[in-house]
């Protein structure tokens, strides 16, 4: 911690740049107490850590379980160093109404922000329970992860785990996700967006480097082109499927089309911009969407949102669970729909407003599925330059 209570109110170790000798002195004459539970703290300042306090030791406080490491302690320094100028700032502020305490209280044109930097992984429930807190005294949660917390596993992909989902936001008037992470080391504060997933964890997504006002008021950036990275999720899925997790789509391809996981026709993999809304690999529940509804002579728009519906209701389709907000069946239907029919793969019929799917080529030969490939990367190169 770097802020704690005296005799005479507050103290930051922040509020201006202390000398060793300063502080010794200071903790010579000065009692120190936690502002949460009240119980006596210790001034550390050490050669090692940077100055800090600390409980004593067998010393229970219901509001320091989580253990502060050097790079929290860092990265949270340089965060009040560069939001300070754009509002009033509090360090470490005890919120007793809520017995919770954010890393930074950033109050902007009456709006307040609990900044949380965050290096290691807590429950899940905990940071459920910490947004409900500040969301009921009116209080915005903006969490900045740690860089260590950035999984590259690629170019341009990243591991995300339902940790990772709970402290993502979306961009205003959109409903698109981002999470923001912050590096100590060069001072460099990333924005992560455009997420398309491959699978549950797997995802292509965008990093950019932003302005540390963007923290408030983040920008969608421009789309990024993914055709050479699914081509090669693509090609590495015919030749090592998954087993296990996608067991009920592989029984199913055997009883109604007799092929293997890895023949999977390619328009299941067509990239949608709210795929990000399912746990669930786009591929599975694209293809189960295709098995019910390939064979109609017609369906309406309110058809394909009741089989995605009914998908979710038998436990084909499980949804991301996230803190902001995400698009509804509804909106991933839609947006679904519109990008098969600008990719040509579905078509709409003229009367009563309905659509069929245009006919599906699916095959046992490997030779053929890799030629449709082929021309399903055209396809999505092309769409991606010409919409």
Known sequence: ??????????????????????????????????????????????????????????????YDAEPETERHALGKQQLYQRLK???????????????????????VDSKKYAIEYQCSSIPNEQVIKRNKGYKRLGIIPVWILGSNQLQRTGASEY????????LARTFPHALEPFLLFYCPENKHLLQLSHFYPF??????????????????????????????????KILKFRTYPPAKHVSALQKTLYIQK???????PSIVFIPCKFDFAFETEPYVWKTQLLLRLETRTSFTKGEILSVLSFLEKEGHIIKRKCECSLPSNEEVADELRRTLLKAGILERMEKNNTYRFRPVRWSSRMTEVLKRDKEFFRLISFLEHNL
Not at 161 to 166: A, C, K, Q, V
């Open 1 to 62: 911690m770097l802020t704690s209570m005296t005799n005479s109110g507050p103290f930051s170790l922040l509020s201006k740049p202390y000398s060793f000798e300063e502080l010794d002195k200071l903790r010579q004459k000065e009692s120190f107490f936690c502002p949460a539970c009240r119980q006596p703290m210790e001034l550390k300042l050490g050669t090692i850590k940077r100055f800090h306090f600390a409980h004593r030791k067998k010393t229970v406080c219901a």
């Open 85 to 107: 100028d754009m509002g009033e700032i509090e360090l470490e502020p005890y919120l007793p109404r809520i017995r919770q305490r954010p890393d930074l209280l950033l109050t």
């Open 159 to 166: 591991r995300l785990n339902s940790f990772h989902w709970l």
């Open 199 to 232: 699978s549950k964890q797997i995802f292509h997504a965008k990093a950019s480097l932003i302005n540390f006002e963007e923290v408030l008021d983040p920008k969608l950036t421009k789309e990024p082109s993914i055709t050479d990275w699914l081509k090669r």
């Open 258 to 264: 007799r092929i293997p996981l890895s023949l999977l």
